[in-house]
């Protein structure tokens, strides 16, 4: 995968639906520290551990001003079910036509048992308040990453 972003730059800006079918976009999130992070599908074994470890860890986000936000090609119905299901508090954005998961150059060829298809690439962006990227992963490992993730943003702001 070849990250076209690199840190210190603007992020691209985004505007998309939530579960709700409320409009979500980057520059009402400014001001704050965002994490941005793209999966692949709601309801997968990886996907949900992610969801559920970011959940889990918001309070500590939100002490240090920042949001979590959630990226997949799922549509407003199955982000709800997966929301209600497992009880996450985390805001789920729908990117059915893949638009920003191209800006953020997550949307890539992946290799799976011999073929090869179209996907999300997990990975994870930090944004400062000021709208440019402070660090990012690619092919995220789910494991511990939501603390990886807390302690890089509470080094990024001491």
């Known amino acids: 995968m070849s990250n076209l972003l690199e840190i210190g730059e603007s992020a691209p800006t985004f505007t998309l639906s939530n579960h709700k079918g409320e409009t979500i976009n980057l520059k009402d999130n400014l001001g704050q520290w965002l994490i941005l992070y793209f999966y692949p599908k709601d309801n997968t ?4 551990t992610e ?3 970011f ?3 918001t309070p500590e986000f939100a002490k240090l001003s920042a ?6 090609p799922d549509s407003e119905k199955s982000h709800c079910k997966f929301i209600d ?6 805001e789920l954005l729908c990117d059915p036509d893949h638009t920003v998961a191209k800006a953020y150059d997550v949307w ?8 090869e298809y179209m996907g999300i690439i ?3 962006f930090i944004i400062n308040p000021e709208g440019n990227i402070a660090y990012i992963w690619s092919k995220v490992r789910v494991k511990n990453h939501g ?10 702001q001491s």
């Open 122 to 124: 997990r990975s994870t």
């Open 67 to 72: 949001k979590i936000i959630g990226i997949s």
């Open 55 to 57: 959940t889990r860890l």
């Open 51 to 53: 969801a559920q470890d």
């Open 45 to 48: 074994p990886g996907c949900t």
């Open 85 to 90: 299901k497992y009880d996450l508090s985390i």
């Open 108 to 115: 890539n060829l992946k290799k799976f048992m011999g073929k």
């Open 147 to 156: 603390e990886k993730v807390l302690n890089q943003l509470q080094e990024l």
